[in-house]
Nanobody
Framework: QVQLVESGGGLVETGGSLRLSCVAS????????MGWYRQAPGKQRELVAAINRGRVANYADSVKGRFTISRDNAKNTVYLQMNSLKPEDTAVYYC?????????WGQGTQVTVSS
């Protein structure tokens, strides 16, 4: 089993910044792609950004230029630096990790951007 523990969510004003962290632990041999998804009320969960062990990243168009994903392989941790936040970024953000053929999810952390 793999455990993912997220932190760093909260309430911020429009234009503000937040940094999310997610630490993976447990049976993480073969840990590869790690990423962040988000789900707003009444909407489907969507990919925000993902990064592989080689630190090649991809982003949703809606966050390009504002969000940066990074990872520390030694700490099995992925980060999401979110700048220039907008009210439409309000959602529960979930950490996701791929370990060999399995996918795991964190419990989610709320990000609220006030207008």
């Amino acid at each position: 089993q793999v455990q993912l523990v997220e932190s760093g969510g909260g309430l911020v004003e429009t234009g503000g910044s937040l940094r999310l962290s997610c630490v993976a632990s447990g049976s993480i041999f073969g840990l590869n792609v790690m990423g962040w998804y988000r789900q707003a009320p009444g909407k489907q969960r969507e990919l925000v950004a993902a990064i592989n062990r080689g630190r090649v990243a991809n982003y949703a168009d809606s966050v390009k230029g504002r969000f940066t994903i990074s990872r520390d392989n030694a700490k099995n941790t992925v980060y999401l630096q979110m700048n220039s936040l907008k009210p439409e970024d309000t959602a529960v953000y979930y950490c996701n990790a791929a370990v060999i053929l399995q996918t795991y999810w964190g419990q989610g952390t709320q990000v609220t951007v006030s207008s």
